[in-house]
């Protein structure tokens, strides 16, 4: 692999040195240049920041300072077509629109790493024990006034125990100190600024009218304060975005309707944290299968993540991956080999036809086996040697991470969903599709001679079909995928590009290097506070 060139680093207001550093770090020792633009209201300490790694070695022409807002310097730095990359902690749409950006104008394999915001749940069932559970609800809504990515935004409690908790968040709530944070006794500080303060402000006189309000505190009356409020909500359906301050929304589940709340909260699209308090081993797991999200934590607060122990970031519309803090971070920031080679003509693959031939993920179970990469090996009979070996060299079961003690910290590789495979040569697809299967994922390979291509994997029960031709890409522009692998022609690779970011939703990822296996994964990390189960679990699960 090699350095991309010149990275931009756009980081936020809430984490304005740890965010900031971590970027230009991430991007300098991987051999890059950075241009840093830090949030409009954060621009001292950046520059505080810039000061000390110069006087610490790094050359003034590797990174430079380029402070100023989103509209006038945000906008213009991301269209420049030296720009080989840009990693960037922000909004969802702002996200959307550097991806459009950088598919229009710079090259068609520029980088993008995107950490996005979420509509981040905790569900509290009715073994969890209510003083945990309490203080990690206040710790997770309203430390930072609220001000993190991975904040709690709707708390969902069991019914049977809803009273008592609700009477117990209520109480802890007015213990909550909130003024200066300069003060080693303030809980809860100010918002960022006056426009963050009105919108927020706003929302909660709004959720008011409507009668929602189950708590709120009063705010002191100098200053850029929201006070803490809970409001009722049916579920995260009736909430419409995020609202980043220190503002709960709380609803109420049966114990039988577990798996329409996990349904619900993935049907929202965001995926970056997630909080489950519970005493029944078997539930937790349950939850840890079926949620997507990013950062899952167990008996513990939802905030907090630390670097090689959490490594953090989100899925669909909360981010691109991979995690910052993780194992495959660094080689994002380096580009491996892509083919390049020229499409070639054949049928023009109607939109109809693709979505009729995209198979099920579910097919077979394929995206649960543990033994896929050698089910693989066992079909291709030594073909596509290079990218079976680098699929085998990626581990896709769980990988245990270090922790203090009292605390299980565990990375696992999850398929991202449907891949559409493009090639555009028969040795491309085939390296593709490997590696997309054997990271669980279903595959669609759109090629000429692609049938050909892949004869010793299809038929065989696997989630995979393949199509000759080549997809038309006005047709192909509504296929909901979650990949797209294609490794042709930078002219090629840019049309591609520019379809897949004009789509609505998440940001689908377009892997141009034939070899990059970790790229057809999500990242999944789990925190189980192991010292917080407290009591007899098993007594309780056989009641």
Same mark, same amino acid.
């Given at each position: 692999?090699?350095?991309?060139?010149?990275?931009?680093?756009?980081?936020?207001?809430n984490?304005?040195?740890?965010?900031?550093?971590?970027?230009?770090?991430?991007?300098?020792?991987?051999?890059?240049?950075?241009?840093?633009?830090?949030?409009?209201?954060?621009?001292?300490?950046?520059?505080?920041?810039?000061?000390?790694?110069?006087?610490?070695?790094?050359?003034e022409?590797?990174?430079?300072?380029?402070?100023?807002?989103? #509209?006038?310097?945000?906008?213009?730095?991301?269209?420049?077509?030296?720009?080989?990359?840009?990693?960037?902690?922000?909004s969802?749409?702002?996200?959307?629109?550097?991806?459009?950006?950088?598919?229009?104008?710079?090259?068609?394999?520029?980088?993008?790493?995107?950490?996005?915001?979420?509509?981040?749940?905790?569900?509290?069932?009715?073994?969890?024990?209510?003083?945990?559970?309490?203080?990690?609800?206040?710790?997770?809504?309203?430390?930072?006034?609220?001000?993190?990515?991975?904040?709690?935004?709707?708390?969902?409690?069991?019914?049977?125990?809803?009273?008592?908790?609700?009477?117990?968040?209520?109480?802890?709530?007015?213990?909550?100190?909130?003024?200066?944070?300069?003060?080693?006794?303030?809980?809860?500080?100010?918002?960022?600024?006056?426009?963050?303060?009105?919108?927020?402000?706003?929302?909660?006189?709004e959720?008011?009218?409507?009668?929602?309000?189950?708590?709120?505190?009063?705010? #002191?009356?100098?200053?850029?304060?929201?006070?803490?409020?809970?409001?009722?909500?049916?579920?995260?359906?009736?909430?419409?975005?995020?609202?980043?301050?220190?503002?709960?929304?709380?609803?109420?589940?049966?114990?039988?309707?577990?798996?329409?709340?996990?349904?619900?909260?993935?049907?929202?699209?965001?995926?970056?944290t997630?909080?489950?308090?519970?005493?029944?081993?078997?539930?937790?797991?349950h939850?840890?299968?079926?949620?997507?999200?990013?950062?899952?934590?167990?008996?513990?607060?939802q905030?907090?993540?630390?670097?090689?122990?959490?490594?953090?970031?989100?899925?669909?519309l909360?981010?691109?991956?991979?995690?910052?803090?993780?194992?495959?971070?660094?080689?994002?920031?380096?580009?491996?080999?892509?083919?390049?080679?020229?499409?070639?003509?054949?049928?023009?693959?109607?939109?109809?036809?693709?979505?009729?031939?995209?198979?099920?993920?579910?097919?077979?179970?394929?995206?649960?086996?543990?033994?896929?990469?050698?089910?693989l090996?066992?079909?291709?009979?030594?073909?596509?040697?290079?990218?079976?070996?680098?699929?085998?060299?990626?581990?896709?079961?769980?990988?245990?991470?270090?922790?203090?003690?009292?605390?299980?910290?565990?990375?696992?590789?999850?398929?991202?969903?449907?891949?559409?495979?493009?090639?555009p040569?028969?040795?491309?697809?085939?390296?593709?599709?490997?590696q997309?299967?054997?990271?669980?994922?279903?595959?669609?390979?759109?090629?000429?001679?692609?049938?050909?291509?892949?004869?010793?994997?299809?038929?065989?029960?696997?989630?995979?079909?393949?199509?000759?031709?080549?997809?038309?890409?006005?047709?192909?522009?509504?296929?909901?995928?979650?990949?797209?692998?294609?490794?042709?022609?930078?002219?090629?690779?840019?049309?591609?590009?520019?379809?897949?970011?004009?789509?609505?939703?998440?940001?689908?990822?377009?892997?141009?290097?034939?070899?990059?296996?970790?790229?057809?994964?999500?990242?999944?990390?789990?925190?189980?506070?192991?010292?917080?189960?407290?009591?007899?679990a098993?007594?309780?699960?056989?009641?």
């Amino acid at each position: 692999t090699e350095a991309r060139g010149v990275i931009a680093c756009i980081s936020p207001w809430n984490f304005p040195l740890a965010i900031f550093t971590g970027q230009i770090a991430a991007a300098l020792v991987t051999g890059n240049s950075v241009i840093a633009k830090p949030a409009e209201q954060t621009p001292l300490i950046a520059f505080r920041a810039v000061e000390l790694l110069r006087q610490a070695g790094v050359p003034e022409d590797v990174i430079q300072l380029l402070p100023g807002d989103g #509209p006038s310097v945000g906008g213009p730095l991301t269209a420049d077509p030296r720009i080989a990359g840009v990693c960037f902690t922000g909004s969802t749409e702002v996200a959307k629109l550097i991806e459009k950006q950088l598919a229009e104008t710079a090259a068609p394999d520029a980088m993008l790493i995107a950490e996005t915001g979420g509509l981040n749940a905790m569900i509290v069932d009715s073994t969890a024990l209510p003083e945990q559970a309490v203080r990690d609800i206040l710790a997770s809504a309203f430390q930072s006034a609220g001000q993190r990515c991975s904040a709690l935004r709707v708390l969902y409690v069991q019914k049977d125990v809803e009273k008592k908790m609700l009477e117990m968040l209520n109480g802890a709530m007015e213990a909550l100190s909130l003024g200066d944070p300069w003060h080693i006794s303030t809980d809860v500080g100010p918002v960022i600024d006056e426009e963050a303060q009105k919108s927020i402000r706003d929302y909660c006189t709004e959720m008011g009218l409507q009668g929602r309000l189950v708590a709120k505190l009063e705010a #002191p009356k100098a200053g850029r304060f929201v006070a803490p409020h809970v409001f009722r909500v049916k579920g995260i359906e009736d909430i419409e975005r995020e609202v980043f301050g220190p503002v709960l929304h709380v609803a109420s589940f049966d114990a039988d309707d577990i798996d329409a709340v996990i349904a619900a909260i993935n049907r929202k699209g965001y995926g970056l944290t997630f909080g489950l308090h519970t005493r029944i081993e078997g539930r937790a797991q349950h939850f840890v299968d079926g949620i997507d999200a990013g950062n899952i934590y167990v008996n513990r607060n939802q905030i907090g993540a630390v670097v090689g122990s959490q490594p953090f970031g989100g899925e669909g519309l909360s981010g691109t991956g991979p995690k910052a803090g993780g194992p495959h971070y660094l080689r994002r920031f380096r580009k491996g080999p892509q083919a390049g080679t020229p499409v070639l003509d054949g049928r023009k693959v109607t939109a109809t036809e693709l979505a009729d031939n995209l198979p099920d993920p579910a097919l077979g179970g394929w995206s649960t086996r543990a033994d896929r990469v050698a089910v693989l090996r066992k079909h291709l009979r030594g073909k596509g040697a290079a990218a079976i070996g680098a699929a085998a060299s990626i581990d896709f079961g769980q990988v245990d991470l270090p922790g203090p003690t009292g605390e299980a910290n565990t990375l696992s590789l999850s398929p991202r969903g449907r891949v559409l495979c493009l090639g555009p040569d028969p040795d491309t697809l085939l390296a593709q599709t490997i590696q997309a299967l054997a990271a669980g994922n279903a595959v669609l390979a759109v090629a000429p001679g692609a049938p050909a291509a892949l004869s010793s994997l299809t038929g065989k029960g696997l989630p995979l079909a393949a199509i000759d031709g080549r997809p038309d890409p006005v047709e192909a522009r509504a296929l909901r995928v979650d990949v797209v692998a294609f490794s042709g022609t930078p002219e090629a690779a840019r049309i591609v590009r520019k379809v897949i970011a004009d789509r609505a939703g998440p940001i689908v990822p377009l892997i141009s290097e034939v070899l990059n296996p970790a790229a057809y994964a999500h990242e999944r990390a789990v925190c189980v506070d192991t010292t917080a189960a407290g009591g007899n679990a098993s007594l309780l699960a056989a009641a």
